[in-house]
Structures are given as C-alpha cells and as structure tokens.
C-alpha cells in the first residue's frame, strides 16, 4: 500500500503536475512542497475557479489537508503572503492547521531579486530564468550567508508578522506524520531537466527538482517513501535558453509570437478561428515550426509565471527513460494527452544523431546535448476530441497505441492520462503505484 507518495517533473516543467497532486490529495492527509521557490508556478482548477499559486502547495484548496513548506525551498515573504491573502478573500482560513513553513527554508531578499533581473543581468538572460531571485538566493545558502525564513519572521515587517504564527520545524512534522501511518504527498516543483546536478546545466535553476532532492529538502529518508511518480506531458516544452533536441521551430520564431494575454484577445475573434483552421493544415504538412505552434495554442503553452510562450516539442524518449532513472520511478503520469489532437501522424524521439552516430543514453554534456538531432518514430494520430473520455477504452485507438508505445520505449507503467484541465479529465489506468 502506497502512503508515501514523490511526484517529480520529468521533462523541463510545466508537466500539469499541480493537477495530479490536486487529484492525487483527496486521498492524502499532507502534501510538502520541498524545493524552488515561486519561479514555479500551478494551476488549479476547481469547479469554475481557477487559482494560480507559485509558492502554496496544490493541496490548499481541500478541506482538512495540511500543507507544508519545507526546508528546500526558498522563500519570497511578500509574495507568500500575497498568495495567503488571495485565497482569505476567496473564503479560506489559513492558519498553522492548514498551511506550516520550514523554520529553515531561506528568504529571497530584495537584493537577491536586484541582482536576478534578465533584463540587466547578462547570466540571467542568458539562462532565462524567471528574475524571481532564485539562484542569488541559493548562492547566499550555499554560502553560508543566506538568512532563514525563521530568521526572517522575528523582524517587524508585516510580512514577518504574518508568516511568523506558521513557522514550525517540518522535518519533525512531516517524519510525525509518516510515522503514525499518514498519507504524504511530496510535490516536486520545475523538473527533472532542471535540476542543478543532473539538468541540462547551465540551462537548469538553482536546487535539486529530482527524488533525491526532494528527500533532503523535506528531510525524510529514502526508507519511507513508498513510490516515485514522474509527470510528462504528451509532449514536451521548455521555457528560457537551453538546448532542446526535439524543439519544433525555433527559439527565435517563438519568442516573436504574441503574449498570453494578446492570444486570449484573439481567441475568440473570426480571424483567430481562420488562422487556427490553416494552422492546423500548415502542422500536417512537414513544417515543424506550425506543428509547434499548434502544440502551443492547443495547449495554451504560456508560462504561469512569466506568461512566456513556451517552446514545444515532440516527446522525448531518450530524455524521459534518463528521468525515469535518475529518479527512480514507479510509475509515469502523462498529461495533456488531448492536446496532441488533430495531428495526423505523431512523433517520439527515440534516439539522437550526434556527430553521425546513433545515441540512445541522456548526454550530460551540454556541447554535445546542443548537437543532437533527433530520430523519431512516427505513429499515427487522431482528429477526436477526447477532453471527455473517462476511460483508456473511450480513447481513440491511436491514442491507446500511442501510450502503449511510450510504456514500452519508457520501461514503466502508465498510472494516468490527463486529457484536460478539470479534475474529473483524469483517466487513472493502474493504480498501484498511487496513493
Ligand atoms: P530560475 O529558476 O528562475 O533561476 O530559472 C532557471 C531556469 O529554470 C530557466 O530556464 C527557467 O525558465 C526555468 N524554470 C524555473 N522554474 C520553472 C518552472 O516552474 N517551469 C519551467 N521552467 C522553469
């Protein structure tokens, strides 16, 4: 029986993992938040609402569940409390019952965030990070020089006011919890790509996204943790510099797209629906660049945090069998399965060309990650709309023999298909490895 449960990204982010924790939490007591700060971002739908959080645990949202903010992570105090205070206006009570913080999490100070700034920090551009702080902040831990949360709290700053009644010491809390037979969630947050020691360094943020830091960053020993799931998106995308073999179009052609909020405008005009229709022509003819874009608007690919469109790409087998080992996964949820729709034919990336030979493992070096070209197996798609399928049965077959494929390439089973937003969009095909 499954108590103690690690949900990690395996691709670069983004894989919708808020969604399954949310899912995921009606059965857990507590879930942890153990690394990253609010470079993260979730969103959460519940009934017609939808709440996006960088720093609060998914499982805020349901009655009765403690929410923890451990150790590993890095904390912005003005924006925790901003979070906190969204959802007191939207009717929740937020107390040391519902929501604990790691005495020993470390602050993001305004200087941390001064220095983060992509637009005047060449590093920072040139990694494309969020500009929340994050990497300054772990230096300063790393250091030595950094101040903890519980340092933090006894200023006399209306932050420091707020958060002080939530401080506690989680490690204690969350081993308690383990030991009197409840169930715990630990959520990853970024990903498995990201992770400063097995990402696609220097292209990575400033923790350790994987299992292994996700142990450390809640302080909870590897013999207590029942399963590790990974989360992938059908596809795969990836937001700021870095390489990315499987990346259709360019990181150029994307960033010259309109904002978020310029397709929302868009969206529902005439001209929107014309361009959509040739869009998807384009996108079945072997411009790679329309079939990315079409990945984007289908799956509304914009950043949480940034509101960036995000660059997309056909799944990669070479790099999610490497997530699977370097986390040591159970099991892999794939999410977005809907918004490969429409595609006639689709793509897996099950080795790289590379200097002209063959590669099938993960290279570690970045030199030769940016000269790897992908080799894909095609299958053939499917036009359907399945954002209402409640079954692996109710799936087209071509989407069945698609997640076939991926168990087989992978090695691991499928535990759940996402094939939507809501939280009754969740097709749940071997439960073992979940709570
Ligand atoms: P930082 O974490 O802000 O330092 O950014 C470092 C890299 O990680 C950049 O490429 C970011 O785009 C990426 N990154 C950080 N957080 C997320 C996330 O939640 N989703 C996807 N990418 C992220």
């Known amino acids: 029986m499954?108590?103690?449960?690690?949900?990690?990204?395996?691709?670069?982010?983004?894989?919708?993992?808020?969604?399954?924790?949310?899912?995921?939490?009606?059965?857990?007591?507590?879930?942890?938040?153990?690394?990253?700060?609010?470079?993260?971002?979730?969103?959460?739908?519940?009934?017609?609402?939808?709440?996006?959080?960088?720093?609060?645990?998914?499982?805020i949202t349901h009655e009765g569940k403690l929410n923890i903010i451990s150790n590993g992570t890095v904390i912005d105090p003005d924006v925790l409390c901003s979070e906190i205070e969204t959802l007191e206006k939207s009717g929740f009570t937020i107390t040391d019952e519902k929501l604990i913080i790691s005495s020993t999490a470390h602050t993001i100070l305004e200087k941390h965030k001064k220095e983060d700034n992509p637009t005047t920090n060449a590093h920072s551009k040139k990694i494309g990070t969020t500009g929340r702080g994050?990497?300054?902040?772990?230096?300063?831990?790393?250091?030595?020089?950094?101040?903890?949360?519980?340092?933090?709290?006894?200023?006399?700053?209306?932050?420091?006011?707020?958060?002080?009644?939530?401080?506690?010491?989680?490690?204690?809390?969350?081993?308690?919890?383990?030991?009197?037979?409840?169930?715990?969630?630990?959520?990853?947050?970024?990903?498995?790509?990201?992770?400063?020691?097995?990402?696609?360094?220097?292209?990575?943020t400033s923790s350790n996204p994987s299992a292994g830091?996700?142990?450390?960053?809640?302080?909870?020993?590897?013999?207590?943790?029942?399963?590790?799931?990974?989360?992938?998106k059908a596809y795969i995308t990836r937001v700021g510099g870095g390489p990315f073999?499987?990346?259709?179009?360019?990181?150029?052609?994307?960033?010259?797209?309109?904002?978020?909020s310029q397709l929302k405008e868009k969206r529902s005009s005439e001209e929107y629906e014309k361009e959509f229709t040739s869009l998807i022509a384009a996108a079945n003819?072997?411009?790679?660049?329309?079939?990315?874009?079409?990945?984007?608007?289908?799956?509304?690919?914009?950043?949480?945090?940034?509101?960036?469109?995000?660059?997309?790409?056909?799944?990669?087998?070479?790099?999610?069998?490497?997530?699977?080992m370097i986390n040591g996964l159970s099991s892999m949820v794939i999410t977005k399965l809907d918004v490969l729709s429409n595609f006639k034919e689709v793509k897996l990336c099950v080795a790289y060309e590379i200097d002209g030979k063959k590669v099938t493992d993960f290279p570690l070096d970045i030199a030769q990650l940016e000269k790897a070209?992908?080799?894909?197996?095609?299958?053939?798609?499917?036009?359907?709309?399945?954002?209402?399928?409640?079954?692996?049965?109710?799936?087209?077959?071509?989407?069945?023999?698609?997640?076939?494929?991926?168990e087989e390439l992978c090695g691991i089973p499928i535990s759940i298909v996402s094939v939507g937003p809501a939280r009754d969009q969740t097709i749940v095909l071997d439960g073992k490895t979940l709570l």
């Open 213 to 232: 830091g996700i142990l450390t960053g809640s302080g909870v020993g590897p013999t207590k943790i029942d399963s590790v799931v990974g989360v992938f």
């Open 2 to 59: 499954v108590r103690t449960l690690i949900i990690v990204g395996g691709q670069w982010g983004d894989e919708g993992k808020g969604k399954i924790i949310d899912a995921l939490m009606e059965k857990a007591d507590a879930v942890v938040r153990c690394t990253g700060g609010n470079n993260a971002g979730h969103t959460v739908v519940v009934d017609d609402t939808t709440y996006k959080f960088h720093l609060i645990p998914s499982g």
């Open 373 to 406: 070209k992908p080799i894909y197996e095609s299958m053939p798609g499917w036009d359907d709309d399945i954002t209402s399928a409640k079954s692996f049965a109710e799936l087209p077959k071509n989407a069945q023999n698609y997640l076939k494929k991926l």
């Open 285 to 324: 003819t072997d411009d790679e660049y329309a079939q990315g874009r079409l990945l984007r608007m289908q799956g509304y690919e914009y950043g949480t945090t940034t509101n960036r469109p995000r660059r997309t790409g056909w799944f990669d087998i070479v790099a999610a069998k490497y997530a699977a």
């Open 134 to 204: 994050i990497g300054p902040a772990y230096c300063d831990k790393i250091n030595r020089s950094g101040v903890r949360i519980g340092e933090f709290v006894q200023g006399s700053s209306d932050s420091a006011k707020k958060l002080k009644p939530l401080i506690k010491d989680t490690a204690t809390i969350v081993n308690g919890l383990i030991d009197n037979g409840k169930t715990v969630l630990f959520e990853g947050a970024q990903a498995t790509l990201l992770d400063i020691d097995h990402g696609t360094y220097p292209y990575v």
């Open 245 to 260: 073999a499987t990346e259709l179009g360019t990181d150029e052609q994307t960033k010259s797209e309109e904002s978020a």
